[in-house]
């Protein structure tokens, strides 16, 4: 994840903001409708704890305005914020829009979600589409 940051595209999805502490990517396997994930683009860190309070600060009102926007389009029942970093250990947050037609509804995420994401990626044209959506919606055209 470090060796690419900043990129407007990776494999697991395309930029849809550019903040000063962080860039946020829609995923291309989406665990739910609107998945996108916030990546810490400062110095290599794993934990939140690792940051200056101004950074934490930074980074966590970034997350939530990534959230927001999120929200406005996909109106979810609930929004989850996974902070994991077991397999990739770059400070990096997941936001999972949970929708009423969530097959695990009231439940936490099952623990293959993203395997089988996998299974069934945004075509490149949806994922433009809804990139372009979420970033006029976070003012960047």
Not at 9 to 29: M, Q, T
Not at 32 to 61: C, M, N, Q
């Given at each position: 994840?470090c ?11 395309v ?7 962080s ?28 940051l ?47 929708h ?9 995420i ?10 069934h990626?945004?075509?490149?044209a ?16």
């Amino acid at each position: 994840m470090c060796a690419d940051l900043g990129a407007p595209r990776k494999p697991g999805g395309v930029r849809i903001f550019e903040g000063h502490w962080s860039d946020a990517y829609l995923g291309r396997w989406p665990l739910r409708r609107g998945y996108a994930y916030v990546i810490w683009k400062g110095r290599h860190v794993a934990e939140p704890t690792e940051l200056s309070a101004e950074a934490a600060t930074g980074f966590w009102d970034e997350v939530l305005t990534v959230a927001r926007a999120i929200e406005r389009r996909y109106a979810p029942c609930k929004m989850n914020y996974l902070l994991l970093g077991n397999g990739v250990p770059h400070l990096h947050v997941h936001l999972v829009p949970r929708h009423a037609d969530d097959p695990r509804a009231g439940g936490p995420i099952e623990s293959d979600a993203f395997k089988r994401a996998r299974e069934h990626p945004l075509e490149d044209a949806e994922l433009e589409a809804e990139a372009r959506e979420l970033r006029r919606l976070l003012g960047g055209g």
